[in-house]
């Protein structure tokens, strides 16, 4: 099997371990956005840079952004909660 | 066969992160890790040693030249998935902040005992 | 259930799943061989249509149908997050606060990227039939320029320059666009999204017959989408928390 691929589905493994067991959510959303280019990267080795360009930009871009935002507004709702009581 | 393996394996961290999470932000981030399973297994089952993606520079001479290039068919699956993943991640994230502001946890297991 | 209960559940779903994949991937053509009969008649049909890539021949010409179901899930998931992310009873919009300090170069910088960004998303949409990329992943790099005005802390220049109104119409006009394109297929190719157009010199800018259009209309579509999207999860930052008790009022379940 190609070296290249090997190494990038390794990497991949490794990376989604990584994010399901950062028990932070607003560190896992750094290690998603990281995660995420490592697919890119993978798919880039499968040949198919359609999908490595979604990938970046959705995967890597605009979903880490959206759960960075929530967790945001997420914290904040608590530290005010926090502050009535 | 290890490329298969990994696709699997990506598919149950995902599912055993949503089973450990406590926190709803976490299991949402913890399903796209699981769909993302699904894109590896998609493009390695298309993948075909020494090929070339599936986009022509100039129109090809010779026939054949179909076996020389990966599968576009499981590519443009791929897309859709991915499309689909971030819409599915947003919307169940827009039900976590709305969790958040009418019961004041995220924690799934503090959800359960209260009503509603 | 218990979190104990949950690992059981867990743990027979893991080894039932496990047990069904190990069986389909052992009786699967081995990774990286040559069998690959859908690729064969892909090719094929997007060489008929003067297609040089043959991803958008199959989201845009072959299974055309499909990407205006994946269309339309995109306009049901902004609706359902507008539907979700809308103010509760008791929350206020805090409006002029300016986030923490941007440096300056970091200012300059955006001032630099916005417009290549955004002519690089209009880029990716053109050439989807030619080159990697096309509606999807152009509409995002668009969408992604705007926000780098809110990188740049201008939030009342990003506001300004975002009308929300005028993306959610660009969002259905997108969705429109890629049916009429369909409709004109039935009127005058005898199917629903038939490739009428002339087909064109294959790996050309005009090629393809009605891909770029589809292209276009869905880049139109994604662009709208995600700003309106990330607009309504970056509004979430200026409005207030709802006063008062651990229950928002008017939910209906205070003890």
């Given at each position: 099997?190609?070296?290249?691929?090997?190494v990038?589905?390794?990497?991949?493994?490794?990376?989604?371990?990584?994010?399901?067991?950062?028990?932070?959510p607003?560190?896992q959303?750094?290690?998603?956005?990281?995660?995420?280019?490592?697919?890119?990267?993978?798919?880039?080795?499968?040949?198919?840079p359609?999908?490595?360009?979604?990938?970046?930009?959705?995967?890597?871009?605009v979903v880490?952004?959206?759960?960075?935002?929530?967790?945001?507004?997420?914290?904040s709702?608590?530290?005010?909660?926090?502050?009535?009581? | 066969?290890?490329?298969?393996?990994?696709?699997?394996?990506?598919?149950?961290?995902?599912?055993?992160?949503?089973?450990?999470?406590?926190?709803?932000?976490?299991?949402?981030?913890?399903?796209a890790?699981?769909?993302?399973?699904?894109y590896?297994?998609?493009?390695?089952?298309?993948y075909?040693?020494?090929?070339?993606?599936?986009?022509?520079?100039?129109?090809?001479?010779?026939?054949g030249?179909?076996?020389?290039?990966?599968d576009?068919?499981?590519?443009a699956?791929?897309?859709?998935?991915?499309?689909v993943?971030?819409t599915?991640?947003?919307?169940?994230?827009?039900?976590?902040?709305?969790?958040?502001?009418?019961h004041?946890?995220?924690?799934?297991?503090?959800?359960?005992?209260?009503?509603? | 259930?218990?979190?104990?209960?949950?690992?059981?559940?867990?743990?027979?779903?893991?080894?039932?799943?496990?047990?069904?994949?190990?069986?389909?991937?052992l009786?699967?053509?081995?990774?990286?061989?040559?069998?690959h009969?859908?690729?064969?008649?892909?090719?094929?049909?997007?060489?008929?249509?003067?297609?040089?890539?043959?991803?958008?021949?199959?989201?845009?010409?072959?299974?055309?149908?499909?990407?205006?179901g994946?269309?339309?899930?995109?306009?049901?998931?902004?609706?359902?997050?507008?539907?979700?992310?809308?103010?509760?009873?008791?929350?206020?919009?805090?409006?002029?606060?300016?986030?923490?300090?941007?440096?300056?170069?970091?200012?300059?910088?955006?001032?630099?990227?916005?417009?290549?960004?955004?002519?690089?998303g209009?880029?990716?949409?053109?050439?989807?039939?030619?080159?990697?990329?096309?509606?999807f992943?152009?509409?995002?790099?668009?969408?992604?320029?705007?926000?780098?005005?809110?990188?740049?802390?201008?939030?009342?220049?990003?506001?300004?320059?975002r009308?929300?109104?005028?993306?959610?119409?660009?969002?259905?006009?997108?969705?429109v666009?890629?049916?009429?394109?369909?409709?004109?297929?039935?009127?005058?190719?005898?199917?629903?999204?038939?490739?009428?157009?002339?087909?064109?010199?294959l790996?050309r800018?005009v090629?393809?017959?009605?891909v770029?259009?589809?292209?276009?209309?869905v880049?139109?579509?994604?662009?709208?989408?995600v700003v309106v999207?990330?607009?309504?999860?970056?509004?979430?930052?200026?409005?207030?928390?709802?006063?008062?008790?651990?229950h928002?009022?008017?939910?209906?379940t205070?003890?």
């Open positions: 099997m190609n070296i290249l691929i090997t990038a589905l390794t990497l991949v493994l490794a990376g989604a371990a990584v994010v399901v067991f950062t028990p932070v607003s560190r959303a750094v290690v998603l956005s990281v995660y995420g280019i490592l697919l890119a990267a993978l798919f880039m080795a499968l040949q198919a359609d999908v490595a360009l979604s990938q970046v930009a959705v995967g890597a871009a880490p952004l959206i759960v960075m935002l929530a967790i945001r507004k997420i914290d709702l608590r530290a005010a909660r926090r502050r009535q009581r | 066969m290890y490329p298969y393996v990994v696709a699997g394996a990506i598919l149950f961290l995902g599912v055993i992160g949503i089973a450990r999470s406590r926190n709803l932000v976490h299991a949402v981030v913890c399903l890790v699981a769909q993302s399973g699904t590896v297994l998609l493009l390695t089952v298309g075909q040693r020494g090929a070339t993606a599936p986009i022509f520079q100039s129109a090809p001479e010779k026939a030249y179909a076996a020389t290039l990966v576009p068919v499981v590519q699956l791929t897309l859709t998935d991915i499309v993943s971030a599915v991640t947003s919307m169940l994230l827009a039900l976590a902040v709305q969790i958040a502001k009418r004041d946890t995220v924690d799934p297991d503090e959800l359960r005992s209260l009503r509603g | 259930m218990s979190r104990g209960g949950r690992y059981w559940v867990l743990a027979v779903g893991i080894a039932a799943v496990g047990g069904a994949l190990a069986w389909a991937f009786s699967m053509p081995g990774f990286g061989g040559g069998f009969p859908y690729r064969d008649a892909a090719v094929a049909a997007a060489l008929r249509h003067s297609t040089a890539n043959v991803v958008s021949s199959v989201n845009f010409d072959q299974r055309g149908f499909d990407t205006l994946e269309e339309t899930i995109l306009l049901a998931s902004v609706v359902g997050v507008a539907v979700l992310l809308r103010p509760l009873p008791g929350e206020r919009h805090r409006h002029g606060r300016q986030g923490g300090h941007v440096l300056g170069t970091t200012r300059m910088l955006v001032v630099v990227a916005v417009p290549l960004t955004l002519v690089l209009i880029d990716v949409v053109a050439h989807g039939a030619v080159t990697p990329g096309g509606g992943q152009g509409g995002v790099v668009a969408a992604t320029a705007l926000h780098l005005i809110y990188v740049g802390d201008r939030y009342r220049v990003f506001a300004r320059l009308p929300i109104g005028l993306f959610e119409q660009a969002e259905a006009a997108g969705v666009a890629y049916a009429a394109v369909g409709v004109a297929g039935l009127a005058f190719g005898g199917s629903w999204l038939a490739n009428i157009l002339p087909h064109g010199t790996a800018l090629s393809a017959g009605t770029p259009l589809l292209n276009a209309a880049g139109l579509a994604v662009a709208g989408s999207l990330l607009s309504h999860f970056l509004d979430q930052r200026f409005l207030s928390p709802p006063p008062g008790t651990r928002a009022p008017g939910d209906g205070q003890p």
